[in-house]
């Protein structure tokens, strides 16, 4: 089935899954490429995605602050032990900035 309950499961190659609140679970973009394994905290944000497959990142998490802002990504290498950082910085509710961890 290419659509299910309005939301696209497969074009061109590209193949997603959803979950029962129809946030997209799983993507795999084309034959060979990496699949991708979405996580959701309790607020329905992406707070993970694990990669299989992926030539640099094996995953990458996200935190977010009280008022829902995106306020870090932590980006996991394969074979390095310490992952970066970013966080994301606010005034208000505009992002006015980011800093990565490698390069301060």
């Given at each position: 089935?290419?659509v299910?309950?309005?939301l696209?499961?497969?074009?061109?190659g590209?193949?997603?899954?959803?979950?029962?609140?129809?946030?997209?679970a799983?993507?795999?973009?084309?034959?060979?490429?990496?699949?991708?394994?979405f996580s959701?905290?309790a607020?329905?944000?992406?707070s993970?995605?694990?990669?299989?497959?992926?030539?640099?990142?094996?995953?990458?998490?996200?935190?977010?602050?009280?008022?829902?802002r995106?306020?870090?990504k932590?980006?996991?290498?394969?074979?390095?032990?310490?992952?970066?950082?970013?966080?994301?910085?606010?005034?208000?509710?505009q992002?006015?900035?980011?800093q990565s961890?490698?390069?301060?």
């Amino acid at each position: 089935q290419v659509v299910w309950h309005n939301l696209l499961r497969r074009l061109k190659g590209a193949r997603q899954e959803y979950d029962g609140f129809g946030r997209l679970a799983w993507r795999k973009a084309a034959r060979g490429a990496a699949e991708q394994f979405f996580s959701y905290n309790a607020e329905h944000q992406l707070s993970e995605v694990r990669l299989s497959g992926h030539r640099t990142f094996s995953r990458v998490q996200y935190r977010y602050d009280a008022l829902g802002r995106r306020t870090h990504k932590i980006l996991h290498r394969h074979g390095e032990p310490d992952a970066e950082i970013m966080t994301f910085h606010w005034q208000g509710l505009q992002m006015v900035g980011e800093q990565s961890s490698r390069s301060p």
